[in-house]
Every structure is written in structure tokens, then in C-alpha cells.
Nanobody, 121 residues
């Protein structure tokens, strides 16, 4: 089995910064895409950013220029650097990864448990 564990959330004032981390562990052969999603109260979970194993990134327009996604393949870890935070960025942030647990297995998709980010005005 594979576990994704996020860390780095917290309370920050508007304009501040936070860095989220997510580390995958368990039975891992390889990890393809990794990403961050968020869900605010009353809203659906939405994509924030993704990164391929080769480092190609996609960041949604609402956070472009403020959030940066990166990863360390040797550590099976993905990061989300968040700057110029706004109250509307308040949400639970979830890590997501496409993982192969063995050479002959298909990709499976995994989620972390989420980490709360609260931005005060």
C-alpha cells in the first residue's frame, strides 16, 4: 500500500507565505504525476497544480504567479510554495499521486489526508 502524508499547513495573514510538503511512502516502484488540490467549505475539490516525473508543471490561473509546485524524485516528495496568500486561498489542501507499486502493475491514484491552510484578512 502507498501513503501520502502532507505537512506545512497552518494559519497565515494575507500576503504571507506557506510551503506545503507531501511525501509518498510504502510499496513504490515509480511515481508519475503528482499534484495538489484544495477544497474550501461548501465547495468541490479543485485542482491547484500538477507536476510530471520529468518536472513539467501546470498551475491553475487563480494561483499562477503566486504558487509554485516542485518535486524531489529521490525523496518521493512534492512541494507547493504559496506566496501572496489571499483569504480565498483558505481550504484543505490535498496531495495526489499516480503510483506504480510494481513494474507489471498499472498506475493507481492515491490521496493524502489533507492539511488545513487558513489565510486571515
Amino acid at each position: 500500500q502507498v501513503q501520502l502524508v502532507e505537512s506545512g499547513g497552518g494559519l497565515v495573514q494575507a500576503g504571507g507565505s506557506l510551503r506545503l510538503s507531501c511525501t509518498a511512502s510504502g510499496r513504490i516502484f515509480s511515481i508519475n504525476a503528482m499534484g495538489w488540490y484544495r477544497q474550501a467549505p461548501g465547495n468541490q475539490r479543485e485542482l491547484v497544480a500538477t507536476i510530471t516525473s520529468g518536472g513539467g508543471t501546470h498551475v491553475v490561473d487563480s494561483v499562477k504567479g503566486r504558487f509554485t509546485i516542485s518535486r524531489d524524485n529521490a525523496k518521493n516528495t512534492v512541494y507547493l510554495q504559496m506566496s501572496s496568500l489571499k483569504p480565498e486561498d483558505t481550504a484543505v489542501y490535498y496531495c495526489n499521486a499516480d503510483v506504480k507499486t510494481a513494474y507489471y502493475n498499472a498506475l493507481d491514484n492515491y490521496w493524502g489526508q489533507g492539511t488545513q491552510v487558513t489565510v486571515s484578512s
